[in-house]
């Protein structure tokens, strides 16, 4: 009896109860096939350059790669080389690395992965996670990163639409948003 009464005490609280609230038993909602490409502005090698990725894809197809952080471990030498090496790089289409981080440190990574700019890539900032959070593909990595971060994805657009998602299960790891298994 005494058990009850306790949880009733705590079902009736307005803490436990907005945290109920915003409990969901249902698995995440990340971006799918068929939505459309949100309206965001992201930086492109400073904050006065502005990229709205839902513009970019209305005149042409192609890939976001999300990516966890620029200079990391796996996103340097492993997940963005498979797409700067990749044979079909140049029938792609457009190829957006996008990450929260600012646009100086996308510009410098660019630089170090693509020192000639040969591949066409662009690397954009989401400085505030904003398109991770469109996506619903963000994550808390405040204990490493100290921020919202993206998790490791990549989508391809074609008509301002995601057609095909390849985003990684546990988020972070590089297996099926490689670009082997995206391009082919």
Same mark, same amino acid.
């Given at each position: 009896?005494?058990?009850?009464?306790?949880?009733?005490? &705590?079902?009736?609280?307005?803490?436990?109860?907005?945290?109920?609230?915003?409990?969901?038993?249902?698995?995440?909602?990340?971006?799918?096939?068929?939505?459309?490409?949100?309206?965001?502005?992201?930086?492109?090698?400073?904050? +006065?350059?502005?990229?709205?990725?839902?513009?970019?894809?209305?005149?042409?197809?192609?890939?976001?790669?999300?990516?966890? /952080?620029?200079?990391?471990?796996?996103?340097?030498?492993?997940?963005?080389?498979?797409? &700067?090496?990749?044979?079909?790089?140049?029938?792609?289409?457009?190829?957006?690395?996008?990450?929260?981080?600012?646009?100086?440190?996308?510009?410098?990574?660019?630089?170090?992965?693509?020192?000639?700019?040969?591949?066409?890539?662009?690397?954009?900032?989401?400085?505030?996670?904003?398109?991770?959070?469109?996506?619903?593909?963000?994550?808390? /990595?405040?204990?490493?990163?100290?921020?919202?971060?993206?998790?490791?994805?990549?989508?391809?657009?074609?008509?301002?639409?995601?057609?095909?998602?390849?985003?990684?299960?546990? /988020?972070?790891?590089?297996?099926?948003?490689?670009?082997?298994?995206?391009? +082919?």
């Amino acid at each position: 009896m005494a058990f009850r009464v306790s949880l009733r005490r &705590i079902a009736s609280s307005r803490p436990a109860a907005a945290a109920a609230r915003n409990f969901h038993a249902t698995s995440r909602a990340w971006v799918k096939v068929g939505d459309e490409v949100p309206t965001v502005e992201l930086l492109e090698n400073s904050p +006065g350059n502005k990229v709205n990725l839902a513009d970019e894809f209305k005149a042409a197809n192609g890939y976001i790669v999300g990516v966890p /952080g620029a200079f990391t471990g796996t996103c340097s030498s492993k997940h963005v080389p498979s797409y &700067i090496n990749h044979p079909n790089l140049k029938k792609a289409g457009q190829i957006f690395v996008v990450s929260v981080n600012d646009p100086f440190v996308m510009k410098a990574w660019s630089e170090q992965l693509d020192p000639a700019g040969e591949t066409g890539i662009r690397f954009l900032a989401d400085p505030a996670a904003e398109l991770a959070k469109a996506l619903d593909v963000g994550f808390d /990595g405040t204990a490493i990163f100290g921020n919202v971060r993206s998790q490791r994805y990549a989508l391809k657009v074609e008509d301002g639409k995601i057609t095909e998602t390849h985003i990684e299960p546990d /988020g972070t790891g590089a297996d099926v948003s490689m670009a082997e298994k995206v391009l +082919g």
